[in-house]
C-alpha cells in the first residue's frame, strides 16, 4: 500500500455546499495530481502539481481548484457543488525526474444532490 | 482522442485460464505502463515498460510494446479469483503526465 491517503472516502452533499477534498502523502513526492473517474470509465487528469506553489490546470476542464502550501498536502476545493460534479476523485503522487510511477490514494466518492 | 484505447472492455475467464488485455496509443511515448482498479478503490502500480524494451515480466504478468504498432498488451497467466479487477494502460510522452487508458474489466470465475 502506498503512503499517500485521502479524506473523506465518501461525501454525500447538496447543491451549492463548498467541499475541500483532502489528500496528502508522507513519501517526500514533489508531484501530485487529481483525477477525475466516473464509475467504470477512464481517468481524466483535472490538476496537477510539480512542487510547492506550483499547479497547472489537467487535460479535463474543472470548476475545482487546488493550492500546494506544503510538499504532503494538495488539497481540491469546490466553491459551490453541483450534480455534475458527482464522481469519483483520485489524488496520486509520483518521486518527479525520470521516475514516471504514480501512487493513488483510495479516492474519494462525492454524490452531489 | 489522445485517451488510450484498450480491448475488450470486459472479459470473464476461468480460474487457472490466462487473460490477455490490450491497448492503442496514438503519440509517441517515453512509457507505458498497466495499473491494476480493485472497485471502488484507487489505482495500483503493476509494471512500467520504456519505449525500447519489446517485453517485461512481473511474476504472473507478461507486457510487451509495439511501438511501430502504437500497442502493447499484458498477458497474466493462471489467473486467480484475485486477479478480478479493472486493469487500465497508462502511457507517458514528451509532457511526462500520464494518459490513461478506457480499461478493461476482468472477471476469474472460481
Known amino acids: 500500500e502506498a503512503d499517500i491517503y485521502q479524506t473523506p472516502r465518501y461525501l454525500v452533499i447538496g447543491t451549492g455546499k463548498k467541499i475541500t477534498l483532502e489528500c496528502s502523502q508522507t513519501?517526500?513526492?514533489?508531484?501530485m495530481y487529481w483525477y477525475q473517474q466516473d464509475p467504470g470509465m477512464e481517468l481524466h487528469l483535472i490538476h496537477y502539481?510539480?512542487?510547492?506553489?506550483?499547479?497547472e490546470k489537467g487535460d479535463l476542464s474543472s470548476e475545482s481548484t487546488v493550492s500546494r502550501i506544503r510538499t504532503e498536502h494538495f488539497p481540491l476545493t469546490l466553491e459551490s457543488a453541483r450534480p455534475s460534479h458527482t464522481s469519483q476523485y483520485l489524488c496520486?503522487?509520483?518521486?518527479?525526474?525520470?521516475?514516471?510511477?504514480?501512487?493513488f490514494g483510495p479516492g474519494t466518492r462525492l454524490l452531489v444532490l | 482522442s489522445q485517451q488510450g484505447e484498450e480491448d475488450p472492455q470486459a472479459l470473464s475467464i476461468q480460474e487457472g485460464e490466462n487473460a490477455t488485455m490490450n491497448c492503442s496509443y496514438k503519440?509517441?511515448?517515453?512509457?507505458l505502463q498497466w495499473y491494476r482498479q480493485n472497485s471502488g478503490r484507487g489505482l495500483v502500480h503493476l509494471i512500467l515498460?520504456?519505449?525500447?524494451?519489446r517485453e517485461k515480466h512481473s511474476g504472473r504478468l507478461r507486457v510487451t510494446l509495439d511501438t511501430s504498432k502504437k500497442s502493447s498488451s499484458l498477458l497474466i497467466t493462471a489467473s486467480r479469483a484475485a486477479d478480478t479487477a479493472s486493469y487500465f494502460c497508462?502511457?507517458?510522452?514528451?509532457?511526462?503526465?500520464?494518459?490513461f487508458g478506457s480499461g478493461t474489466q476482468l472477471t476469474v470465475l472460481p
Open positions: 496520486a503522487s509520483s518521486e518527479g525526474g525520470t521516475k514516471e510511477t504514480q501512487y
Open positions: 513519501m517526500g513526492h514533489d508531484k
Open positions: 502539481s510539480y512542487g510547492v506553489n506550483s499547479t
Open positions: 503519440t509517441s511515448i517515453n512509457n
Open positions: 515498460i520504456r519505449s525500447n524494451e
Open positions: 497508462a502511457f507517458s510522452g514528451s509532457a511526462r503526465q500520464l494518459t
